[in-house]
Nanobody, 124 residues
Framework: QVQLVESGGGLVQPGGSLRLSCAAS????????IGWFRQAPGKEREEISC????????YYADSVKGRFTSSRDNAKNTVYLQMTSLKPEDTAVYYC?????????????????WGQGTQVTVSS
């Protein structure tokens, strides 16, 4: 059974940092591409970052490029999203997702397995 569990969310001041983790279990993690997405109230789910199964290729949305970094530790079955210079508009529920299929894009529709999400609130 594929299971993804996000952690590390919370309340942070503008300009602060957080590191989200996505712990995977129940599947061959090293074969799966991982995506990070977020959804703010009243908005559609949007892509943040996608990382290849090896970790050698990453994609970032323009809104987070230069501020967020995605990485993975396949030995620990965990993917990380380091977020810096956080802004109030980064407030959302953040999700990780997994799939074996490979795409050149990074869209929610490309992922079949999802975590439950973790809340990130950026506010003073």
């Amino acid at each position: 059974q594929v299971q993804l569990v996000e952690s590390g969310g919370g309340l942070v001041q503008p300009g602060g940092s957080l590191r989200l983790s996505c712990a995977a279990s129940g599947f061959a993690f090293t074969y799966y591409r991982i995506g990070w997405f977020r959804q703010a109230p009243g908005k559609e789910r949007e892509e943040i970052s996608c990382i290849s199964s090896s970790g050698g290729s990453t994609y970032y949305a323009d809104s987070v490029k230069g501020r967020f970094t995605s990485s993975r530790d396949n030995a620990k079955n965990t993917v990380y999203l380091q977020m810096t210079s956080l802004k109030p508009e980064d407030t959302a529920v953040y999700y990780c997702a997994a799939d074996t299929r490979i795409y050149s894009s990074c869209r929610p529709s490309e992922f079949r397995y999802w975590g439950q999400g973790t809340q990130v609130t950026v506010s003073s």
